[in-house]
């Protein structure tokens, strides 16, 4: 994992050394990103909690694990930019992940940077596997699928209160063979 901060040379250390990869109690089973850049504003508890969240919510989106996502995001979780009909709450990201899995049975996400600042954290987001499944009336031929995202998150007490997010479903639909 690549790191890059902000921070003074000394709280670096304690960010390499205590508080980022696998040295954050169980954070070692969750998905790590590729580049982590923090701000030098947080306290070293609040950087935690933030990347707690939003390792969690990526390692929900990495293995379809729905513990994870119900622990990352708070109870009355708002998506901001759902799609149409897509249900509120953390509800509605288990019921899309279900829905996307049965696509894409080995969907796997990647963190490629992940930006933690103030009560924010932005995620880049690299999802690929092969469409095997059925994504409504589209039955997938083993093609390909290799898509990025871009995930905003508000963090309170935690958890992800909110999130903003945007696919880039083009290439998503194109590779799907709905375009």
Known sequence: ???????????????????????????????????LIVDNSLSK????????AARKYATFWNTGNETLARDALAVNFIDKTPPEGRKQ??????????AFRTAVPDLRCDVEQM???????VSHLHFHGTFTGTFGKLKGQGQKIDFIATDI??????KIAANWHIEDNLTLMKQLGAL
């Open 89 to 98: 709450g953390p509800e509605g990201a288990i019921l899309a992940s279900r």
């Open 153 to 158: 998150y508000e963090v309170a007490d935690g």
């Open 115 to 121: 930006i933690i600042s103030g009560d924010r954290v």
């Open 45 to 52: 508890a609040q950087l935690k909690a933030n990347e707690a």
């Open 1 to 35: 994992m690549k790191y890059t901060t902000c921070f003074r040379p000394a709280i670096a250390a304690l960010i390499f050394a205590g508080l980022s990869g696998n040295a954050i109690s169980s954070q070692g089973k969750w998905l790590q990103p590729k580049q």
